[in-house]
């Protein structure tokens, strides 16, 4: 069984600080990463996808992908209130984009 | 561009009766995705299709569900009887050839009596 873990949290930073948002997997063939963000209420927005180990920035929002330890992270700078929502880390392991979701972080942001 | 488009938005219905949530995907996108969303077990894959053919339900929880994709621009998700342990939030998502993003509709709400 294919499996994406997260820290349910809630992980409440002060406004301006950084968040770091972790998930390990344990398929080790995986190949694509992905964060997604959700509102209470909403539906999933994809925010960042990475597939080489190293770092990806876009913005506040910084992926970190280390294969070896089959894990990723997401980085927030500058955390704004309006950044508070569920993180969703997913995978995609199987080559038809089936992702296999986490259970998602969620992110409070408190002025 | 409109988006996934999912109907009814929310549903509400006794247990036993049967309930048919539908999905229109992004037009020009070739793979779509069933999911459902609960506290207890998160965002769950129930079947997934690329261009109109069932890949994997391996999701799917039981035979009191079924899918359908008879064309590239709609999708069915059938529950038949429904029970109150199907009550959830339903999203479909789709995805064009080539790429890997998914863009998932608005959800069903789903509450089963």
């Known amino acids: 069984q294919k499996e994406v873990e997260q820290n349910s949290g809630p992980l409440s930073v002060p406004e301006g600080a950084i968040a770091s948002l972790n998930c390990t997997y344990s398929?080790?063939?995986?190949?694509?990463f992905f964060w997604y963000r959700q509102y209470s209420g909403k539906s999933p927005e994809l925010i960042m996808s990475?597939?080489?180990?190293g770092d990806k920035e876009d913005g506040r929002f910084t992926a970190q992908l280390n294969k070896a330890s089959q894990y990723v992270s997401l980085l927030i700078r500058d955390s704004q209130p309006s950044d508070s929502a569920t993180y969703l880390c997913?995978?995609?392991?199987?080559?038809?984009?089936?992702?296999?979701f986490g259970a998602g972080t969620r992110l409070a942001v408190h002025p | 561009d409109a988006g996934v488009i999912q109907s009814p938005r929310h549903e509400v219905t006794e247990m036993g009766q049967e309930v048919t949530l539908r999905c229109k995907p992004i037009?020009?996108?070739?793979?779509l995705f069933w999911y459902r969303q609960t506290m207890m077990r998160g965002l769950e894959l129930l079947i997934y299709?690329?261009?109109?053919?069932?890949?994997?339900d391996s999701g799917m929880p039981e035979d009191r569900f079924s899918a359908k994709m008879p064309n590239a621009s709609f999708s069915t998700l059938k529950i038949q009887p429904s029970e109150p342990r199907d009550s959830a939030v339903y999203f479909c998502?789709?995805?064009?050839?080539?790429?890997?993003?998914?863009?998932f509709g608005p959800g069903t709400r789903l509450l089963v009596l």
């Open positions: 990475i597939y080489s180990n």
């Open positions: 037009s020009g996108h070739n793979s």
């Open positions: 398929d080790r063939g995986s190949q694509s």
């Open positions: 299709f690329n261009n109109n053919v069932p890949i994997d």
């Open positions: 998502a789709s995805t064009r050839a080539g790429q890997e993003t998914q863009y």
């Open positions: 997913a995978v995609n392991s199987d080559g038809y984009n089936k992702l296999i």
